[in-house]
């Protein structure tokens, strides 16, 4: 049968053996580390990190103006030929402060060009060097710094946070053996098989050339014309469209390193790993009409949300695991693991935990930091090696070649969010804005001039990077290994690990995109697509389309094997931390504004982020339902005695109707939502009834714990019509 049929019968071998790579049991997760301990020790790491950068900081409290050479100028008004006269060429003042401003922006990031980032720690949870020489990974409790750089893919500077698109998060560790980035995405698989399609699929997912539309979106026909004719992206496309291309917020996504890599140990051992950035807040997903919304009122609102959690103390986390097989198990999963657009369900090969990220300090200047990193996949320590994948080997070349372009010159290594926190030795010199005064004549190896130094590191000598030894020969060809060419087995296997109510969201979205399709061929290539992983989501996506046949089913590829590891919508959160909760009430009603009070309290004691929201900034007003929004909170309560605002709903202070539009569009929304007391009569007007998400009670205990439990579940997905059948 099909490759795919392999996770009841692998999980039995791979539970049978007892392979303790593939139980998941290597290493503790440091419990017993002790929370003061680390969290002392994390603050430690971050005061390094502060001292670091301070050098670079500049303070410009109470001084004078100069120029960027020192001098004390007046750079408020140009210099002219009289009052009313021309400017002059001689005035070099205006001129460095228009040509500065000329030349303030770089080319932006061809991809992942929105985004934002923080300053963070990792803590190991053990030692592991019986699997890497990587020192970050040597001792429990270690601390290393980072910095992290989460975003959108396809969309410029200037797009929407909450655009239907693959996230991207990348993370850097400054270890004491030189800079690593782990350069991930939300989702374990890419669109493309081999690196040398990168361009077509950019090209093809970027707004049509012809007039610049759509901004930050996949439904035109480039993007679909690819999807049907390159069709390794349908796995990345079925989970995007199930809820993973619109999370609620940076903070509630997970991320995967996507390649197959390599851990080497001191001795040159190696283990084959997939990297894996698991959210300790747990994930979660905007419904579509949502994300439309947050799109439309607050572009911002992923940066915003991050910052916001971490100037309150709120520090976002995330475990790192990694997938741990043998070198001769690259085909034992039913499919090449060479190939970056299939995963390994964990039920096969379990997450082994390794550490910790920590993430507790915003940036001070977004373009210093935020913009002007640059990640790429060759910033790698010893210990660490990298696989025969052919997009991860593309990858190698294209961003360190991007960074290039980016900064006009080599020395972007130099910018302080990219210098190492260990000191550079190499025979590298010049190139624009070096920034380094080198004091070695000797620039080349071999010299005798600076005594054969910088020296060569290497496995044995100087606890160098080196390359894990493997074999490798063949005859010169293009083309792809065969091992790589089905495409369909494992779309149909996210298809299936689906909810009935997420499998209808991902026809939802599908039915959206297609929809906006104009050529009829390309929509019929893609519906035959769809029917290679199941003939009813073909049937069903082709219900809103016009001249499109579906296809008999091809039963070629259809299995019935699932994943527990797929579903966003299926699992609770395990943290309502950090959550958003809106408590709507009336200024004109004291006993709305007292309950407000008492029921704000009560829930920021849960971590819960709480607005009270009313007409008119009073004390304890948060919000006003001039600027509030049903997309501000992840459920919300409504107090007694404002019912008026709700039923009446005609005010000169907010929209029309306002008030009453919060609570249905949170309903809508799949929120939870509820009513103290007698406001249980503001849902009736709404035509909103007690259910499971909706509740009513005269017990603020009660809802309190109802609330609870409902932001964990987060989405009511009952609420939402199924196809008939389905």
Known sequence: MRSFLYISTLLGTAVAAGCPYMS?????????????????????????????????????????????????????????????????????????????????????????????????????????????????????????????RMSTVIGERGSTDSARDVHGLATRFYTDEGNFDIVGINVPVFFINDAILFPDLIH?????????????????????????????????????MAGYGIPRSYRHMDGWGVHTYRLVTNEGATKLVKWNWKSLQGKASFLWEEAQAVGGKNSDFHRQDMWNAIEAGVYPEWELGVQIFDEDQQLAFGFDVLDDTKFIPEEIVPITPLGRMTLNANPQNYFAETEQIGFQPGHIVRGIDFSDDPVLQGRLYSYLDAQLNRYGGPNFEQAPVNRPRVPIHNNNRDGKAQAYIPTNIAAYSPNTLNFGSPMEANQTTGKGFFTAPRYVSGELTRELSPTFADHWTQPRLVWNSLSPAEQQIAV??????????????????????????????????????????????????????????ISIFNNSLPTIQGLNFGILASIYSNQSMSQAATL???????????????????????????????????????????????????????????????????????????????????????????????????????LLTDFEAGLKTFKFLGRFPLDPGY
Do not use: C
């Open 24 to 148: 998941g049991e290597l290493g503790a997760r440091g419990e017993d580390l002790g929370k003061r301990q680390v969290a002392a020790s994390i603050e430690e790491t971050t005061i390094s990190t502060q001292e670091f950068l301070a050098p670079f900081e500049l303070n410009d409290t109470d001084v004078y103006m100069t120029t960027d050479s020192g001098t004390p100028i007046d750079e408020a008004v140009s210099l002219k030929a009289g009052l009313r006269g021309p400017t002059l060429l001689e005035d070099f003042i205006f001129r460095q402060k228009l040509q500065r401003f000329d030349h303030e922006r770089i080319p932006e990031r061809p991809v992942h060009a929105r985004g934002a980032g923080a300053y963070g720690v990792f803590t190991s949870y053990g030692n592991f060097s019986n699997i890497t020489a990587a020192s970050f990974l040597s001792e429990a409790g270690k601390q290393t710094p980072m910095f992290t």
């Open 204 to 240: 093809a997912l970027k707004p049509q050339p012809n007039n610049q539309i759509p901004q930050a979106a996949t439904a035109h026909d480039t993007a679909y014309d690819f999807f049907s004719q390159e069709t390794s992206a349908l796995n990345l496309v079925m989970m995007v």
């Open 508 to 565: 939802n979205a599908i039915r959206f995109e297609t929809s906006h399709v104009v050529s009829a061929t390309v929509r019929q290539n893609f519906i035959n697509q769809l029917n290679l992983i199941d003939n009813g989501l073909a049937v069903r996506v082709a219900q809103v389309l016009v001249d499109v046949k579906v296809p008999p089913p091809d039963t070629t590829y259809y299995h019935n094997n699932k994943t527990s590891y």
């Open 600 to 702: 704000s309290r009560q829930f920021a004691n849960l971590g819960l982020f709480v607005s009270v929201v009313a007409e008119t900034f009073v004390p304890g007003v948060n919000l006003t339902y001039s600027t509030a929004d049903a997309i501000d909170f992840d459920g919300l309560l409504v107090t007694p005695g404002s019912e008026s605002i709700f039923i009446n709903g005609t005010s000169p202070l907010y929209p029309l109707g306002r008030p009453l539009q919060i609570v249905q569009n949170a309903y809508d929304f799949g929120k939870p939502v509820g009513a103290l007391g007698s406001a249980s009569t503001v849902f009736q007007t709404a035509n909103i009834f007690e259910s499971p998400g909706v509740y009513f009670s005269n017990s603020t205990a009660t």
